[in-house]
Nanobody
Framework: QLQLVESGGGLVQAGDSLRLSCVAS????????MGWFRQAPGKEREFVACINWNGADTSYADSVKGRFTVSRDHAKNTLYLQMNSLRPEDTATYFC???????????????????WGQGTQVTVSS
C-alpha cells in the first residue's frame, strides 16, 4: 500500500532555510510527477512546486521562484523541497503528492494529483 510521509518541517525565523523530504513506500513512483502543495489556516491548498519523472522539468509558484528548489532521488524514492530565504507568508502545512498520470510533464493543478501525504508544518516567525 502506497504511503507518502513528509518530514523536515519546523519553526524557523525569517531568512532561514529548511529542507522538506517526502519518502514513498509501498510502491515506486519513478514514472510519476511529484508535487509540493501548501495550505495555511483558513486558506485553500495551493501549488508550490513540482518535478517530472526524470527531473528534467520543474515548475514553481511565482511566490517561491528563486527561493525554493524541488528535487528527487529515485534510488531513495524520495522527493525534496529545499526552502531558502523563508518568509512569514510561507507558514503553512506542506504536502507532497503523486500525479494522477505518467509524469512526462509538470502539473500545477490540485486535480492532477491523486495521492497525498499527511503534511508537515512549517512556521516562519518574523
Amino acid at each position: 500500500q502506497l504511503q507518502l510521509v513528509e518530514s523536515g518541517g519546523g519553526l524557523v525565523q525569517a531568512g532561514d532555510s529548511l529542507r522538506l523530504s517526502c519518502v514513498a513506500s509501498g510502491r515506486t513512483l519513478h514514472v510519476h510527477t511529484m508535487g509540493w502543495f501548501r495550505q495555511a489556516p483558513g486558506k485553500e491548498r495551493e501549488f508550490v512546486a513540482c518535478i517530472n519523472w526524470n527531473g528534467a522539468d520543474t515548475s514553481y509558484a511565482d511566490s517561491v521562484k528563486g527561493r525554493f528548489t524541488v528535487s528527487r532521488d529515485h534510488a531513495k524514492n524520495t522527493l525534496y523541497l529545499q526552502m531558502n530565504s523563508l518568509r512569514p507568508e510561507d507558514t503553512a502545512t506542506y504536502f507532497c503528492a503523486k500525479s494522477r498520470t505518467y509524469g512526462t510533464t509538470t502539473y500545477l493543478a490540485f486535480e492532477d494529483y491523486d495521492f497525498w501525504g499527511q503534511g508537515t508544518q512549517v512556521t516562519v516567525s518574523s
